[in-house]
């Protein structure tokens, strides 16, 4: 095989490789076999170098985390009308489920994966924080807005093919029925 097709297989190689397309041993060993033994995987890797793009990324991913943080200043350490907080708490989760459908379109599954939990959680602690001020007392309204968080994370999980969003979801609810009639 010529060295321009060659090199055109071995860059197609290294990008399964790196959006996982093959498992990673498959890859080694294409590039093993492509090269005749004379690079290894690690070898062929390409070190990523600092990129603009990636520094971009990497401030909305920490841009959406201090949210979370956010949140819980908002919550525990201010004074502000509830109409305020309930429409920080929409801008907070509106941008944490902005950058998770953002990164979700660009295949940035470790960025998603942050995003989605962080927007999902914001979600949780406003809706919980919310109910229990508008309905103080009321066990019936935070037991409802806690149920219905945990079917949003099953329906999210289902939709997404996210294992671990299902599971949590299915035991919350289990934990908040159990508690609810048992205990």
């Known amino acids: 095989m010529d060295e321009a097709r060659k090199n055109i297989v071995l860059k197609e190689i290294k990008y399964w490789k790196e959006h996982r397309l093959l498992p990673e041993q498959y890859c080694d060993f294409l590039i093993t076999l492509y090269t005749e033994g004379s690079e290894t995987g690690q070898e062929v890797t390409e070190k990523k170098i600092f990129s603009f793009k990636s520094?971009?990324?990497?401030?909305?991913?920490?841009?959406?985390?201090?949210?979370?943080?956010?949140?819980?200043?908002?919550?525990?350490?201010?004074?502000?009308?509830?109409?305020?907080?309930?429409?920080?708490?929409?801008?907070?989760?509106?941008?944490?489920?902005?950058?998770?459908?953002?990164?979700?379109?660009?295949?940035?599954?470790?960025?998603?994966?942050?995003?989605?939990?962080?927007?999902?959680?914001?979600?949780?602690?406003?809706?919980?924080n919310t109910i229990s001020t508008i309905f103080s007392g009321a066990q019936i309204g935070l037991i409802m807005i806690i149920l219905l968080n945990c079917l949003i994370w099953v329906f999210l999980g289902f939709r997404l093919?996210?294992?671990?969003?299902?599971?949590?979801?299915?035991?919350?609810?289990?934990?908040?029925?159990?508690?609810?009639?048992i205990l």
């Open 55 to 128: 520094l971009i990324f990497q401030l909305i991913n920490i841009l959406i985390i201090s949210l979370f943080v956010l949140t819980f200043i908002v919550i525990y350490f201010t004074e502000l009308s509830i109409d305020l907080q309930i429409g920080l708490f929409t801008v907070f989760v509106g941008m944490s489920l902005g950058g998770a459908v953002f990164f979700y379109k660009k295949n940035h599954t470790s960025f998603f994966h942050i995003a989605l939990i962080t927007g999902i959680l914001i979600l949780f602690l406003s809706s919980v």
């Open 161 to 181: 093919g996210i294992k671990y969003l299902t599971i949590s979801g299915i035991a919350s609810a289990l934990l908040l029925i159990t508690y609810t009639f």
